[in-house]
């Protein structure tokens, strides 16, 4: 059974920055896509990036540019780098395994708040 715990959120001002961690186990980390998505406050949670097993990344058209995927299998970790934080980045982010629309396990969930 897979675990996942994320880590890194917090409060942090518009146009600043935040670097996201999602350490796994109880799996063969190397073999698994990996993502990351978000949920605000009554929204849908969506996804916002994800890294293949060999580093493949695709990410929401909101955050291409800003947001940076990457994965350590040494230490069974996926990082999400946010900069130049907006308002509307604010939300929950969760990591999960597996890629998009396929099946996974969650993560508890980190809270990001970008605010003034």
């Known amino acids: 059974q897979v675990q996942l715990v994320e880590s890194g959120g917090g409060l942090v001002q518009p146009g600043g920055s935040l670097r996201l961690s999602c350490a796994a186990s109880?799996?063969?980390?190397?073999?698994?896509?990996m993502g990351w998505y978000r949920q605000a406050p009554g929204k849908q949670r969506d996804l916002v990036a994800s890294?293949?097993?060999?580093?493949?990344?695709n990410y929401a058209d909101s955050v291409q540019g800003r947001f940076t995927i990457s994965r350590d299998n040494a230490k069974s970790t996926v990082y999400l780098q946010m900069n130049s934080l907006k308002l509307e980045d604010t939300a929950v982010y969760y990591c999960?395994?597996?890629?998009?629309?396929?099946?996974?396990?969650w993560g508890q969930g980190t809270q990001v708040t970008v605010s003034s």
């Open positions: 999960k395994t597996g890629g998009p629309g396929r099946p996974g396990s």
């Open positions: 109880g799996s063969i980390f190397r073999l698994n896509a």
């Open positions: 890294i293949s097993s060999d580093g493949i990344t």
